[in-house]
């Protein structure tokens, strides 16, 4: 197999949601686990509803997730291309002017449907005479193009769905250009696809229909080349079943990133839900894409509950080592001899990275005192053994103190730990005493 070249194409007309990551993550796994290349190609020729600031947005949204492309292009710089492809489409008689208005096809549409007929474009454009396409044109009309396809079944293997058939004669051929000279997204997706000799398509089984036309189109432009590989994915849609939309924000990568889930439980919950992988904790994309197989995937659509994020996040944390968290801490200040044994004995402790900033300041700074039981406490700070400390010195101090004061179980050891952390509940004390050191363990236990 020749190392794959994916793309992941979207418009730059709003945020990104994880319904879209989900292609991208998977376009970008594909490309890790067998060598490939990753394309980002911003389909932006719709001027009107594109925009600048919602390009870079999504590029931020990618980065964070921790998909780096190994090219970035925008469609709307490739024009000439486009206006190339469309010329020789012409000049091959495969493109061909139409005059009807929006209201006049579906007029017809409607009237085939009432006839139990399929809603398909009759060509009526290519009988017209050019006395007749002057004269529409010159009471205004201005024609959009469309693709005359050829009659047959198309056949490709699908990587997710098997093996794939479409009759093109249950399709209206396309139009590539609008009245206004504008392309859709489907001429400019096939010459890029050709240009940059993309080998893989992966995307959503809402294309699916897409696919025939794309393949025809493919080989009109590009006779005797092989079209990519092509794999439609299930969908996710939210945990209710409803579909996800860019411009509603709901699920949008920013927004959960705001909620402080992690890059990694967002992405392995995009990727492994619809999947017959169960959904669990990842330490990296690439040991994600080295178990991930196209092939696992559910022809059902897949449900996405943000409810699941918080606990895989907690997970997905617990599993990390210093060495995956070093910049972050050491951006929070988090540094020197204590920096990773503090992050072993926090991270099984933390909802959300941010956690990690109180449990230093439990370390390093200032806690509100919380004391119960004075008796308890007192004979705490008299006993408390000299450093240095280990990770024995918990267990050795508690069990003199057990032996001195009688008290066991929680009536030992929570009031010792609300002295010490000012919290219910924590990392094993164990591990954080020795960061804590004597001098503010004295402290606490003595209530300054």
Known sequence: MTSPIVRFAPSPTGR???GNARPALLNYLYARAHNGRFVLRFDDTDVARSSEEFAQAIEV????????PDMTLRQSQRVALYESAAAALREAGRLYPCYETAEELEKRR???QARGQPPIY???ALRLSAEERARLEREGRRPHWRFRLEPGVV?????????????????????LLREDGSFLYTLPSVVDDIDLCITHVIRGEDHVTNTAVQIRLFQALAPGRHPPVFAHHNLLVGS?????SKRSGALSIGALREEGYEALAVAAL???????????PIRSLDELAKEFDLAHLSRNAARFDPADLRPLTHRTLARLDYEDMRERLEAHEIVGFKAEPFWRAARGNLSAFSDVLDWWRVVEGEIAPRREDEELLAAALASLPREPWDETTWSAWTAGLKAK???????LFHPLRLALTGAENGPELSLLLPLIGHARAAARLAGG
């Open 110 to 112: 409607k009237l085939q």
């Open 270 to 280: 995009a990727v492994l839900t619809g999947s017959s992988d169960s959904v669990h």
């Open 240 to 244: 209710g079943g409803e579909a996800l």
């Open 16 to 18: 990104l949601h994880i």
């Open 155 to 175: 056949e490709w293997r699908d990587l997710v769905r098997g093996d794939c058939a479409i009759d093109c004669a249950s399709l209206s051929d396309p139009v």
């Open 61 to 68: 949204d990618l980065a964070w997730l921790g998909v780096a």
């Open 405 to 411: 004061t009688g008290r066991k179980g929680k009536a």
């Open 122 to 124: 009759d060509r009526a």
